[in-house]
């Protein structure tokens, strides 16, 4: 079956510092992959997605993030977080029954 | 472009009532979708319509509906409500094919 994982349910970072959220597939064919944000009350915006082509691919927000079929891993990246990223990131994997599968959400939480 | 809007954004019922919850999606995207989140189930797929046809299903009971109209625009239908249906509602559009999709803000239903 099909599945999602975000292994991080929390990670605290410092404002500035670098930021990896993690998300392993399982997924049986060439898997479409995204990445969400959802700030507290409101819906999902879309940082990035992959269909095909170069495994990196850039983001809004100067996010971006890396497609490693090896490792059934879509990792999601920031070289330097802004107290404005606070938010909890979803990662999905879109499937050929037109539905998205989810990963549990990391929430990100900034020190200053 | 106008994005995703769904209407209510909140919603106050209690146990037993009927629910209808509506979605107009981007101008020009013909596929509709709809979420339930909740903090102990995460993100789950409802159903997914297309030109006015359900396309596809989750695993929730009968008491969740849905329908499409012409103009693409959705309702979903929650009967007999029970206390765990109270949930944040999220709505998706998409062009039509395995795409990207687009999220409203969701409508917070509590069921009392």
């Known amino acids: 079956a099909q599945s999602v994982t975000q292994p991080d349910i929390h990670i605290t970072v410092s404002e500035g510092a670098s930021l990896e959220l993690r998300c392993n597939y399982s997924?049986?064919?060439?898997?479409?992959l995204f990445w969400y944000v959802q700030s507290p009350g409101q819906g999902l915006q879309l940082l990035l997605k992959?269909?095909?082509?170069d495994t990196l691919v850039q983001g809004i927000k100067g996010f971006e993030a890396e497609f490693k079929r090896s490792q059934s891993s879509f990792n999601l990246r920031k070289p330097s977080v802004h107290w404005s990223d606070a938010a909890e990131y979803f990662c999905?994997?879109?499937?050929?029954?037109?539905?998205?599968?989810w990963g549990a959400g990391t929430k990100l939480i900034i020190k200053p | 472009k106008a994005g995703v809007t769904q209407t209510p954004r909140y919603l106050i019922k209690t146990r037993g009532q009927q629910v209808t919850l509506s979605c107009s999606p981007i101008?020009?995207?013909?596929?509709v979708s709809w979420y339930q989140q909740t903090p102990g189930q995460g993100l789950q797929f409802l159903f997914e319509?297309?030109?006015?046809?359900?396309?596809n299903k989750g695993n929730f009971p009968g008491r969740f509906s849905g329908r499409q109209f012409s103009n693409s625009r959705s309702e979903m239908n929650v009967s007999t409500l029970e206390l765990g249906d109270s949930a944040l509602y999220l709505c998706?559009?998409?062009?039509?094919?395995?795409?990207?999709?687009?999220f409203g803000p969701g409508t917070r239903l509590t069921v009392l």
């Open positions: 998706a559009s998409m062009v039509g094919g395995t795409d990207t999709q687009y």
């Open positions: 101008s020009g995207h013909r596929s």
């Open positions: 319509y297309f030109s006015e046809t359900q396309r």
């Open positions: 997924y049986g064919a060439t898997p479409y």
């Open positions: 992959y269909f095909s082509g």
């Open positions: 999905a994997v879109g499937d050929y029954n037109y539905q998205l599968i």
